[in-house]
């Protein structure tokens, strides 16, 4: 088990050779991030979720390339979510396969969550940041939704394709990257990342799967689970995190998808020394510096999507966490963000 705010590195295990590939060595990197240098020796190491973005982030710098974390993604699979892709591999069906993912997504990532829903006809899977980190968190995304368009390839055959895809960024200057790599209709400025695909796919047996390994992967990891729960809080502010954008974030809906009554939920977090307002307000606005910071979304969608029926509230909240309105609060990153960029003489 790994802890809150961190992230397997096996999924960026491809970070090394991508670098590689502009002539860009290593070592001074991970260096000057204060990374240790073994860091990509074993996909099991982990790092944090934070420094993993700003890796990212340099990387996309020194490259000039915004679409840095969509080239590492697209080296990915099953191996990049290590025994959590491996149990997905060998699952029955598709729709057991992402939902294993998503159950057992926090044995390799702290910093975000990974879910399927169903929508009438279609199935979306949606990679969804929580982790309050700005810089960097598009290049990882990216990379995220790679992977699981890849997976979802190698899981459904070669007649599956997406009907959509989708990105929690601004659209970038080329597109002609992501339109090559994933051939499919692309959305940015959205809450999340994903992909779409007829729902239909999901009753889909896969090929070659082993049920054997399967039951003790599943095993493994619900061992791991076991050892080292996560506190109660941390299970709330996930659950929370996920459903802003649905409306389904009030305690009663967060107290019934964990089975337990309201009371009890209160209860439990206050043994914590935790509360559901404080918790409901941290991932409220986590997720608007997100979506201020790496998206083009006017503040009036900004605040529907952290569960704001009126964008007054939302503006007076916001000002409230931050001492500043949203619009200065943005302005003021993208005078930072463009900053960086000018070292390093990228175009954002």
């Known amino acids: 088990m790994i802890g809150p705010g961190m992230i397997r590195v096996s999924a960026a295990m491809p970070i090394p050779s991508v670098l590689g590939h502009f002539g860009i060595p290593l070592e001074p990197v991970l260096s000057d991030l204060g990374i240790r240098s073994d860091i990509f020796n074993d996909f099991e190491n982990v790092i944090p979720y934070a420094t993993l973005c700003r890796l990212a982030s340099r990387c996309a710098a020194l490259t000039k390339r915004d679409d840095f974390g969509l080239l590492v993604g697209q080296k990915g699979g099953f191996s990049s979510l290590g025994r959590v892709g491996f149990a997905a591999q060998h699952a029955p069906t598709v729709g057991a396969a992402v939902d294993s993912v998503g159950e057992y997504f926090q044995l390799h990532d702290r910093g975000a969550t990974s879910a ?69 209709p692309l959305r940015f400025d ?17 090929r070659q799967a082993e049920p054997v390994l399967r039951k003790l992967l599943v095993k493994d990891m619900q061992q791991l ?69 790496r998206t083009d979304l006017p503040v009036s969608e900004i605040a529907v999507m952290v569960g704001y029926s009126e964008t007054s509230a939302f503006v007076r909240a916001f000002k409230r966490w931050s001492g500043v309105t949203p619009g200065s609060w943005r302005h003021r990153t993208s005078s930072d963000r463009d900053s960086r960029a000018a070292e390093v003489g990228m175009t954002v």
């Open 116 to 184: 399927l829903r169903v929508n009438g006809p279609l199935a979306v899977v949606n990679y969804r940041v929580y982790h309050p980190e700005i810089e960097g968190a598009d290049q990882v995304g990216d990379g995220a939704v790679a992977i699981s368009f890849l997976i979802l390839q190698a899981l459904c055959g070669p007649r599956w394709s997406a009907t959509e895809v989708f990105f929690s960024r601004r659209k970038p200057a080329n597109l002609k990257p992501y339109k090559e790599f994933f051939k499919s």
């Open 225 to 293: 689970l076991a050892e080292a729960p996560d506190e109660f809080r941390d299970i709330v502010h996930r659950r929370v995190s996920e459903t802003l954008s649905s409306g389904e974030f009030e305690t009663e809906a967060i107290a019934e998808f964990l089975g337990i009554s309201q009371r009890k939920l209160h209860r439990r977090l206050e043994a914590e020394g935790a509360s559901f307002r404080a918790i409901l307000r941290d991932a409220r606005y986590g997720a608007a510096r997100q979506l201020m910071g």
């Open 190 to 206: 959205c809450d999340s990342w994903g992909v779409s695909f007829p729902a239909a796919w999901l009753d889909h047996p896969v």
